[in-house]
């Protein structure tokens, strides 16, 4: 099956500054690469997502990028602010099969 | 997006004993999805959840200890059957709709 893995697994950055997390993923039919924040107590939001046919993709601070050849993608998040603190999750998902395979998280800190 | 309603939101159970999680979503789905989240961890898929059929269940769980129904296309139940507290998690239901991942605010479950 499916296996993600997440580095860093915690990160603190200074307000303003730049935040990259990255994950890498085994099954080469996975299509589909979403990331998800999780404040505390909270359930996972969907922030962003990736397919296989794109490279990068940006949404205001927040940008994805994919390589499909070596398995890797990141989540980049420029000017960081205190509000987004929290877990984020990577995922990969299979096809048709629509089962998510979740990275182990990493926990952002954002120091104002 | 998808609105998805779980209940209890929360329970404090004794060891040995059973609970069962609701799960609602406001329109029919094909697949359902059940997760645990235990403390600090990322995200594990318990089971899939088809109606008219049997849970197809992830490496690690099984019917006996994690009983799924699926009466109906927008309605799901899981039992964490013979708890301990080992059992002590978070329990979150899961949809796809059009290829983005939707999550229930999740049951948060104490095994004394």
């Known amino acids: 099956g499916e296996n993600v893995e997440q580095h860093p697994s915690t990160l603190s950055v200074q307000e303003g500054d730049s935040a990259v997390i990255k994950c890498t993923y085994s099954?080469?039919?996975?299509?589909?690469f979403p990331w998800y924040k999780q404040e505390l107590g909270k359930r996972p939001q969907l922030i962003i997502d990736i397919r296989s046919n794109v490279g990068e993709k940006k949404d205001q601070r927040i940008a994805v990028t994919l390589n499909k050849t070596a398995k890797h993608f990141s989540l980049h998040i420029t000017e960081t602010q205190p509000e987004d603190s929290a877990v984020y999750f990577c995922a990969a998902v299979s096809g048709g099969y629509q089962k998510v395979t979740f990275g182990t998280g990493t926990k952002l800190q954002v120091i104002p | 997006s998808a609105v998805i309603s779980q209940k209890p939101s929360r329970d404090i159970c004794q060891r040995g004993t059973s609970l069962t999680i609701q799960c609602q979503v406001d329109s029919q789905v094909t697949m359902m999805f059940w997760y645990r989240q235990q403390p600090g961890q990322s995200l594990t898929l318990i089971a899939t959840?088809?109606?008219?059929?049997?849970?197809?269940?992830e490496s690690g769980f099984v019917i006996d200890k994690f009983p799924i129904s699926r009466p109906n296309l927008t309605f799901s139940t899981l039992t964490v059957s013979n708890m301990s507290p080992e059992d002590s998690s978070i329990y979150l239901c899961?949809?796809?709709?059009?290829?983005?991942?939707?999550f229930g605010p999740g049951t948060r479950l104490t095994v004394l």
């Open positions: 899961s949809v796809n709709r059009h290829n983005e991942q939707f």
């Open positions: 099954d080469s039919a996975s299509n589909y």
């Open positions: 959840a088809n109606q008219g059929s049997e849970a197809t269940y």
